[in-house]
């Protein structure tokens, strides 16, 4: 098994920025991608960002392409994801999810931390 922490979370204004992490622990070395998905109130959870074992692959969805940057600390096993210049529209619980493919599908993610919450303010 694969147990994901996420943390970061908050309420800022818009313009403002926050960091989100994923601390992993467990049978990591199954792992070969993490991602970060969210899930405004009454919309499917939606993917944000994901990025491959070594680092080197990124990936995003459009609505936060150039705005947000997903990183990974193999050492620590965290990832990351900056999140600057935060719109409303950005409003979400965010989720952590880490499988054996690198992939924007939420159905290739067997493992899911818990959430934290992101608000954005007008």
């Known amino acids: 098994q694969v147990q994901l922490v996420e943390s970061g979370g908050g309420l800022v204004q818009a313009g403002g920025s926050l960091r989100l992490s994923c601390a992993t622990s467990?049978?990591?070395?199954?792992?070969?991608?993490m991602g970060w998905f969210r899930q405004a109130p009454g919309k499917e959870r939606e993917f944000v960002a994901a990025?491959?074992?070594?680092?080197?692959?990124?990936d995003y969805a459009d609505s936060v392409k150039g705005r947000f940057t997903i990183s990974r600390d193999n050492a620590k096993n965290t990832v990351y994801l900056q999140m600057p210049s935060l719109k409303p529209e950005d409003t979400a619980v965010y989720y952590c999810?880490?499988?054996?493919?690198?992939?924007?599908?939420?159905?290739?993610?067997?493992?899911w931390g818990q959430g934290t919450q992101v608000t954005v303010s007008s």
């Open positions: 999810a880490a499988g054996p493919i690198y992939s924007k599908s939420t159905r290739s993610y067997p493992y």
């Open positions: 467990g049978r990591t070395f199954s792992i070969d991608a």
């Open positions: 990025i491959t074992r070594s680092g080197k692959s990124t």
